[in-house]
């Protein structure tokens, strides 16, 4: 099964064509409105032939309800210090990108941005947040006001099993979460009882069959691989406590620990004899094999690296 936060693989289930209803599914979860969304409409439906034309530029859903609110949802998999302000600045031009040069600001809809993020962000244990305008003293909401909100799903702090799991939010991160380890012949009850997540199952199974989606999901996988070793390095040179030497150590092992995770979550089968040549590389091939990594397609390629070293 694939991991469905990676972008090729998050847009084709829920913005894919004849998929309404899939997104339907997210959007009500999340807001968990008195009054669900019935029907919306996705202003950039998925395209494979567009997807690799744009060279994965567009890493956002958008859509518009039936009351003509329009809805940007993003996954975001890698921290950002300033991601909050990010997803203002998005949000804003989404709401002032309604209006034409003439228009007045009754054409004016509400702009809603849905952000799934594979970090903590805030500081306390919620995993849901959900933010309006809405008056300091006395937590007034006025409608005049209800131009933007913004809903963040923090999903590493969600940390229910499939036997705990009850709402459709619930539901939702659990999939988002966990669907590379579900098996198809066994599925959670909490999936079959709900059409949309089936579904996206069903759907999960053909992309990781078809060729040609694999082998950019997995291309994908790679440079989220790199992106993230990138981060951690980063990370690491940027710490001032210890000894030198201690950050050098603990730089290699950081990195060492990210690849051979990465390495196995795309070759399930690589042999120990393997892994043992990988935790034996100093810290400047480790930087060399980060880079590497968009190249390997099978167990052999990592092997033949590593002869040629």
Do not use: C
């Not at 799991?165 to 066994?186: C, I, M, W, Y």
Request: net charge negative.
């Amino acid at each position: 099964m694939l991991d469905p936060t990676t972008d090729i693989v998050f847009r084709s289930l829920f913005s894919g064509e004849a998929n309404e209803d899939v997104l339907i599914f997210v959007i009500n979860a999340v807001l968990q409105s008195e009054k669900p969304i019935v029907s919306v409409r996705i202003k950039n439906p998925f395209n494979l032939a567009e997807y690799k034309k744009a060279k994965l530029s567009i890493l956002d859903i958008k859509a518009v309800d039936s009351e003509g609110r329009l809805i940007d949802i993003e996954m975001q998999l890698l921290h950002h210090r300033l991601y909050g302000r990010r997803a203002l600045y998005y949000l804003a031009n989404e709401y002032v990108g309604q209006l034409e040069a003439k228009d007045n600001y009754t054409k004016l809809n509400t702009a809603i941005g849905i952000h799934f993020l594979d970090f903590a962000y805030f500081d306390d244990d919620r995993y849901r947040h959900h933010f309006v305008f809405k008056d300091i003293e006395d937590n007034l909401m006025p409608a005049a006001l209800d131009g933007m909100q913004l809903y963040f799903i923090e999903m590493p702090k969600f940390r229910k099993d499939w036997p705990e799991v009850s709402t459709d939010l619930e539901r939702l991160v659990a999939f988002l979460k966990g669907a590379e380890k579900l098996d198809p012949a066994r599925l959670p009850s909490q999936i079959l009882e709900e059409p949309a997540l089936l579904k996206a199952v069903n759907q999960l199974e053909r992309m990781g069959m078809d060729k040609e989606q694999r082998s950019i999901y997995e291309s994908e996988v790679k440079r989220r691989m790199v992106d993230t070793i990138q981060l951690e390095s980063a990370r690491e040179d940027g710490k001032v406590e210890g000894r030198q030497e201690g950050r050098q150590e603990g730089r290699k092992e950081g990195m060492q620990h990210l690849i051979l995770i990465m390495l196995h979550r795309i070759f399930p089968d690589i042999p120990g004899a393997t892994v043992a040549k990988l935790e034996a590389l100093d810290s400047e091939a480790l930087d060399d094999l980060s880079a590497a990594l968009f190249g390997f397609h099978t167990v052999d390629d990592v092997e033949g690296w590593l002869a040629n070293r």
